[in-house]
C-alpha cells in the first residue's frame, strides 16, 4: 500500500508573494518564525479588523511611525494608539486589503488598498461619500518587531484632513 504526502505529514503552507527566494523560505520552514512580508501582513489585517492594540504591540521601542500624507509622524505607542483608535472612530467601516507584499532584507513593503465611508454633513442631510484608497506601507525590522513604519498614499483621496487635525499643534501668530 502506497501513501500520499498527506498521509505521511503535512507540509507548511507557502505563500509566493510573501517571499523572494527558496532561501527566504527554506529559513522561515525551518526556524518556525514567520517572513518580515508575513508579519507585515498580519499587522495590515490587525489594522483593517481594527484591533489596534494588536497592531501597535508589533512596534519596538523606540520606533517612528510616520504618515506622509498626513504630514504626521508618533514616536510613542500612546499617542499611536491614539490616532488609529481616532481614525477606526471617523471611518468604523475601513477595510484595509493587502495586494502585495514583499521583503528585502530587514524591511518589507505592502501595497494595499484601503476602502472606508466618510460622513458629512450637508445642511439637514447626512450624506456617505466612500473612499477607495490605494497606499503603499514600508516597514523595517529589528528582531521581529517594527522600528520604523512609513505610509505613502493620496491625501485627497483619503479624505482624512479632519483626522490630521487632531494631531497637529496649532500656532497662532
Do not use: C
Amino acid at each position: 500500500m502506497s501513501k500520499t504526502i498527506e498521509q505521511i505529514g503535512a507540509v507548511p503552507g507557502f505563500d509566493a508573494i510573501s517571499v523572494l527566494s527558496a532561501k527566504a523560505a527554506l529559513k522561515g520552514i525551518t526556524t518556525g518564525q514567520p517572513s518580515l512580508a508575513d508579519i507585515l501582513k498580519s499587522m495590515l489585517t490587525s489594522l483593517s479588523e481594527g484591533r489596534t492594540s494588536d497592531f501597535v504591540a508589533g512596534f519596538q521601542s523606540p520606533f517612528k511611525f510616520t504618515d506622509h500624507a498626513l504630514n504626521l509622524e508618533f514616536k510613542e505607542h500612546q499617542l499611536l494608539t491614539e490616532f488609529l483608535e481616532k481614525s477606526r472612530e471617523l471611518f468604523p467601516d475601513t477595510v484595509m486589503k493587502a495586494v502585495s507584499v514583499f521583503q528585502s532584507g530587514d524591511a518589507a513593503i505592502a501595497e494595499w488598498k484601503l476602502t472606508a465611508t466618510q460622513t458629512v454633513s450637508a445642511g439637514s442631510m447626512n450624506l456617505r461619500m466612500t473612499i477607495l484608497l490605494p497606499g503603499v506601507s514600508i516597514a523595517q525590522f529589528n528582531g521581529g518587531k517594527i522600528t520604523r513604519w512609513t505610509d505613502y498614499y493620496d491625501q485627497l483621496k483619503a479624505r482624512r484632513v479632519g483626522l490630521a487635525a487632531f494631531f497637529t499643534e496649532w500656532i497662532e501668530y
